[in-house]
């Protein structure tokens, strides 16, 4: 369901696109979008601002804090900042970042709503919020041109107003001095100045130290539609120690520090120093091993201490990687070093194991690469861009289903939503989105998001049609915009990069008109869902034109090729045909000797030459090329997969090595092998048929909506022993 928030400075109504509504308390006047005295005229890039508010709490249930009592009315508070925020109540922290990058729709933004109550106490009461203020566009996120604060607690009679107090953290530096973050980043790097901090200073301590004046907050109007946070917060693992982390108290000798994290996460990182009291203190780097693993620098943390005081600071800002490097002053004694894991907020219910361990090890780097890729968006990669580049974004929403919990689905609620909500006047629609310094529309890969592995794949594997009927209209604009020749093939678009995949010998006349006819099917789909009849009629009679040329005019008897293709046969194009539906069963044995043959495909695009070798019949294939093709980086070093088919190579965009685009075979591993998949939407009836190829062994967990179903396949001989245990209300359909 989705909730709309509207604010006016004369009221407040909260109503969601079904017609609920939450009014506010009776006698409560209205919040208000408020920042400090400073920024009366500008906001400046990577500042960080203070608000606070002392109030009295006297409610039938005001406690203790920690008394969780059962009885306890929730009291809650909704909360916008522009761009992220810390929240403390009473000096315990509630929230730890806050806020979604902005937006929901063009100049939109999300608003957050906590519930306070276990931290409230009878009395006097004070909240406290830290803001940081992005100021600058990104691959992920809109600017807004003005940093503030929005928060209201109706049952508090609480809201943002000129009545609090507000200033600029003057401990955290605007300029960290370069290199700073590259341009496809919002984030800048965090500066921090214990010397400008409060002398009594501690990590734990609310509004990190805040030692200037406060002065009443100006207030200031805000256009834009606001909607609530359609994803739970950060799950927070706590502070842990590193693998490999020294005998402390130790005096550093000024050698960087590579501490081992368990994996490739997304932390934020910790320090306890006591630097030398009689000499000038240098300021400490904090970075990890991926800093610049996607090519042009990442996001890094910037310290300087106070002399001969012991200090402990955990730098708020995330980054992501294997290796936590402190670069630590000589002479600075060092008491602990340790990290915090933040990251969605799901469970790795989904499973997969066989007796072949390569394929276990791309299962689990896969699902370890997805969850690097997904917080406040999914992500092409966590350290050059954080973008939602759809493309990416198909796959992963893919490997949800099979790898998460059933929480997951909501950031793909949230990634189809922002797609379509983007959509231009003109009708076509672009990613990555939210963004504010990009706006170009990929044609193949919004064919892609719209299609039968995009959207409707959602719906088939959450039984969701109301997100169907709601984006339905915006699928059926932009499809509408695309037109076919003559013959009934699709008239290629520009769009703002013509991008088929990386690497070569892409023939783009194949690639454009099978992600078109899957396009088609998905929209045929969903017209039929919403009742339009009329618009699945015409895209079958679209898709009946489209095959019979796509055939006529590709098919060379041997393989598909366009007629101005001057290269080998493409690898890509031939999977689309077959994954679309396009291609006859009786080219089959041609087109497998073309995937025997044809190494041309990304990582991207991989998952749909394997997924097609499954669909014709042909397991051993899929898994030989799977294992040949991902066989360095499911051996290789790291935890997670790479951007290309070499690590580090600059040939596919940068070299990342978390990149969320070669995931697909955790998909294709529970999909076909292990063989489950939804017969009807929300796994209310689903198809157990095993494609073992080689194996002799396979189990499979997939978390459903309807609950967790287990498979176990073995082989017998020339026979398959399949077992399963669903869930009450499945419907299961067992193929040998």
């Known amino acids: 369901m989705r909730f709309l928030l509207y604010l006016i400075l004369v009221g407040y109504l909260l109503s969601c696109s079904v017609g609920e509504q939450i009014t506010r308390e009776p006698n ?90 276990e931290h409230l106490r009878p009395g006097r ?217 933040t990251g969605y907020a799901t469970e790795f219910t989904g499973a997969f194991s066989a007796d072949d361990p390569f394929y276990n090890r791309l299962w689990d780097k896969a699902r370890r690469t997805l969850y690097v890729t997904m917080r406040d968006n999914y992500m092409d990669c966590p350290d050059r861009e954080r973008a939602q580049w759809w493309g990416d974004v198909v796959l992963e929403s893919g490997e949800t289903f099979y790898a998460l919990d059933r929480s997951s689905d909501a950031l793909t609620r949230k990634a189809i939503r922002e797609l379509m909500d983007w959509q231009r006047p003109d009708s076509t629609i672009y990613s990555p989105v939210p963004a504010g310094n990009w706006d170009g529309e990929l044609p193949t890969q919004m064919l892609a998001s719209v299609g039968l592995f995009g959207i409707w794949n959602y719906y088939q594997h959450t039984g969701d049609a109301d997100l169907i009927r709601e984006v339905y209209p915006a699928v059926k604009r ?44 998905g929209l045929e789909d969903m017209a039929q869902l919403v009742g ?46 077959v994954v679309a539906g396009i291609a006859p069963k009786e080219y089959f044995p041609a087109l497998r000797r073309v995937f025997a043959e044809q190494r041309h495909a990304s990582p991207y695009f991989e998952k749909y030459v394997e997924e097609a070798l499954f669909q014709m019949g042909y397991p051993e294939d899929a898994l030989t090329r799977m294992k040949e093709r991902f066989g360095p980086m499911v051996n290789g070093p790291g935890t997670t997969l790479w951007e290309g088919w070499e690590i580090g190579s600059a040939k596919y965009g940068g070299g990342t090595d978390n990149h969320a685009w070669s995931g697909g075979g955790l998909t294709l591993l529970s999909q076909y092998v292990a063989g489950v998949a939804p017969l009807e939407p929300g796994y209310r009836r689903v198809r157990i048929r095993p494609q073992l190829g080689p194996l002799q062994r396979v189990e499979a967990t997939v978390d459903t909506p309807l609950g967790l179903l287990r498979v176990e396949v073995q082989r017998k001989g020339e026979e398959l022993l399949i077992e399963y245990d669903a869930p009450k209300g499945m419907a299961v359909e067992v193929v040998e």
């Open 28 to 117: 409560t006047p209205s919040a208000q979008w408020i920042t400090v005295p400073a920024f009366r005229d500008s906001s400046l890039a990577n500042s960080w601002l203070v608000f606070e508010k002392n109030f009295d709490w006297s409610g039938a249930d005001a406690q203790v804090p920690g008394n969780r009592s059962e009885q306890r009315r929730p009291v809650m508070a909704q909360i916008a900042a522009d761009s992220k925020y810390w929240l403390w109540v009473n000096d315990s922290l509630v929230i730890r970042e806050g806020g979604l990058k902005w937006g929901p729709v063009p100049g939109g933004y999300y608003v957050d709503s906590v519930d306070l109550s």
């Open 125 to 341: 009461n004070r909240v406290s919020v830290l803001v940081w203020y992005f100021g600058k566009d990104g691959f992920s996120h809109q600017n807004s041109g003005r940093a503030g604060l929005w928060f209201q607690a109706p049952r508090l009679g609480l809201v943002s107003d000129t009545s609090w107090m507000a200033g600029l953290h003057e401990a955290f530096s605007r300029n960290s001095g370069p290199p700073y973050p590259n341009y496809r980043l919002p984030e800048s790097n965090v500066a921090f100045s214990a010397q400008n901090a409060s002398p009594l200073y501690r990590a734990d301590q609310t509004l990190y130290g805040y030692a200037g004046d406060l002065k009443p907050a100006i207030s200031f109007s805000r256009d834009g539609r606001a909607v609530a946070r359609p994803i739970p917060q950060w799950k927070d693992f706590g502070l842990q120690a590193y693998a490999n982390a020294p005998t402390f108290p130790f005096t550093s000798d000024g050698t960087p520090l590579e501490l081992q994290l368990p994996y490739n996460a997304q932390v934020t990182a910790m320090m306890t120093i006591t630097p030398p009291a009689n000499a000038a203190v240098d300021t400490l780097d904090v970075r990890t091993d991926n800093y610049r693993g996607g090519g042009p620098p990442n996001v890094r943390t910037i310290y300087l201490p106070r002399p001969g005081i012991k200090q402990t600071f955990e730098s708020p800002g995330w980054f992501n990687g294997h290796h936590v490097i402190y670069t630590i002053p000589a002479g600075t004694v060092v008491h602990d070093l340790r990290f915090r894991e």
């Open 478 to 521: 932009y499809l509408a915009i695309w037109q076919q020749d003559e013959t009934g093939l699709v008239v290629p678009r520009k769009g703002g990069w013509t991008w088929g995949d990386w690497g070569d010998n892409k023939d783009m006349p194949l690639i454009f008109n099978g992600w078109y006819y899957l396009a088609l099917r």
């Open 532 to 577: 339009d009849q009329e618009t699945h009629t015409q895209s079958l009679a679209k898709m009946k034109r489209l095959k019979k040329a796509f055939n006529e005019q590709f098919w060379t008897g041997e393989a598909y090729r366009s007629p101005a293709h001057q290269g080998p046969p493409d690898d890509r194009g031939a999977s689309l045909a």
